[in-house]
C-alpha cells in the first residue's frame, strides 16, 4: 500500500483512447452555421477513421463504419443561451434512456454515446496525488518553453512575460515538485542504504 503508482487501479477505460466527436469544435468550424453535408477525420493509433453527418435545424446524422459495419442514426441537438448573448450548441447522448446533454460522444463498442453510459474516466482521474503533482509540475514547465522533467533546469523567462506572473509559476511549480520529493527522496534513501 502506497508504493509508487498507488492510485486508483484504473482499470476502466479512459476518454482519451477512445475516437470522439466534439460538437464545440464543430460549432467553431461552422458546420452548424447551415445545414449540410460534411466529412470529419481523425486519426488513432496509426489509423485514419472518417464520419459523415448531416446537419439539419434539430439534428446531425451521422453515417460510419466500424467493423465492417455501416452505422447511421440521428444525434439530437440542444441549444442553449449563453449569458452575454448567442447560444450554444450542446449533443442529446443517443444511448436509450439517457438523452444528457453533452459537448463530447465517444465511440464504444458500436455507437457514440457519452462517457457516462460507456462508464468512461479521464486518465488524470487515475492519478495518485504524487503522480498528479509532477503532472502539474510538468505542464507549467512546458508551458514556459522548457523540458516536464524536474532534473532539467527550471526554464528562463519567457520574453514579454511580466516578472510577478513567472515568480507566481515558478513558486507554484516549485510546491509541486516539493510534494514530489518529500516521497520520493526517502524511497532513494532506502535504496542507496542498501547499497
Known amino acids: ?25 464543430w460549432a467553431r468550424e461552422g458546420y ?11 486519426t488513432l493509433e496509426g489509423g485514419t477513421y472518417g464520419i459523415r453527418f ?40 443517443p444511448a436509450d434512456g439517457c438523452g444528457r446533454r453533452v459537448a463530447k460522444l465517444y465511440l464504444g463498442s458500436r455507437y457514440f454515446a457519452c462517457r457516462r453510459c460507456y462508464r468512461l474516466t479521464y486518465q ?13 509540475a510538468g505542464k ?10 524536474i532534473a ?5 523567462k519567457p520574453k514579454r512575460m511580466r516578472w510577478r506572473t513567472y515568480e507566481r509559476l ?5 510546491r509541486y515538485e516539493a510534494r514530489y520529493d518529500a516521497w520520493i527522496w526517502p524511497i532513494l534513501e532506502r535504496a542507496m542504504a542498501r547499497g
Not at 4 to 16: H, L, N, P, V
Not at 129 to 135: C, E, G, I, K, V
Request: net charge positive; charged share 30%; glycine share 10%.
Open 32 to 42: 452548424f452555421s447551415d445545414t449540410g453535408y460534411f466529412r470529419w477525420f481523425w
Open 54 to 93: 448531416w446537419v439539419h435545424e434539430k439534428s446531425c446524422e451521422l453515417d460510419y463504419q466500424k467493423d465492417g459495419e455501416s452505422y447511421r442514426y440521428p444525434v439530437y441537438l440542444s441549444r442553449t443561451r449563453c449569458f452575454l448573448g448567442g447560444e450554444r450548441i450542446w449533443f442529446r447522448c
Open 152 to 156: 532539467w533546469p527550471f526554464p528562463d
Open 140 to 149: 507549467i514547465r512546458r508551458s514556459l518553453g522548457g523540458s516536464e522533467g
Open 170 to 174: 515558478k513558486e507554484r511549480c516549485d
Open 1 to 25: 500500500m502506497g508504493g509508487y503508482c498507488s492510485g486508483r487501479t484504473g482499470w476502466r477505460a479512459k476518454c482519451e483512447n477512445c475516437l470522439s466527436i466534439d460538437v464545440r469544435r
Open 124 to 136: 488524470s482521474q487515475c492519478y495518485s496525488p504524487r503522480d498528479r503533482a509532477l503532472t502539474q
